[in-house]
Nanobody, 123 residues
Framework: QVQLVESGGGSVQAGGSLRLSCAGS????????IGWFRQAPGKEREGVAR???????IYANSVKGRFTISRDNAKTTVYLQMNSLKPEDTAMYYC?????????????????WGQGTQVTVSS
């Protein structure tokens, strides 16, 4: 059974940084597109960043230039480095495995969702 576990969330002030981790088995992390998503109360889940098997990275416009997604050398963890955080980044953050070719942020194409990690940014 595929299992992904998110960690690293917390409370920070605007302008601060956090690094989220999405941990899984080497097979899962190495052989899947991995996406980071977030969901704020009353809002739909939205894609934030994704990384393909080959390492290609795609970002939502709202986080481009501030967030960086990466896969560690051991290929057991995908990170989301979040810098210059804003109050509007406040949400529950999730990771999940994505479709072949990692071509979409549509949440319906992703599966094996983790339990999420909360990020709160205060002004």
């Amino acid at each position: 059974q595929v299992q992904l576990v998110e960690s690293g969330g917390g409370s920070v002030q605007a302008g601060g940084s956090l690094r989220l981790s999405c941990a899984g088995s080497r097979y899962t992390i190495s052989n899947n597109c991995i996406g980071w998503f977030r969901q704020a109360p009353g809002k739909e889940r939205e894609g934030v960043a994704r990384i393909s098997l080959g390492g290609t990275t795609i970002y939502a416009n709202s986080v481009k230039g501030r967030f960086t997604i990466s896969r560690d050398n051991a290929k057991t963890t995908v990170y989301l480095q979040m810098n210059s955080l804003k109050p509007e980044d406040t949400a529950m953050y999730y990771c999940a495995t994505g479709p072949d070719y990692c071509y979409t942020f549509a949440a319906s194409w992703y599966k094996n969702w983790g339990q999420g990690t909360q990020v709160t940014v205060s002004s």
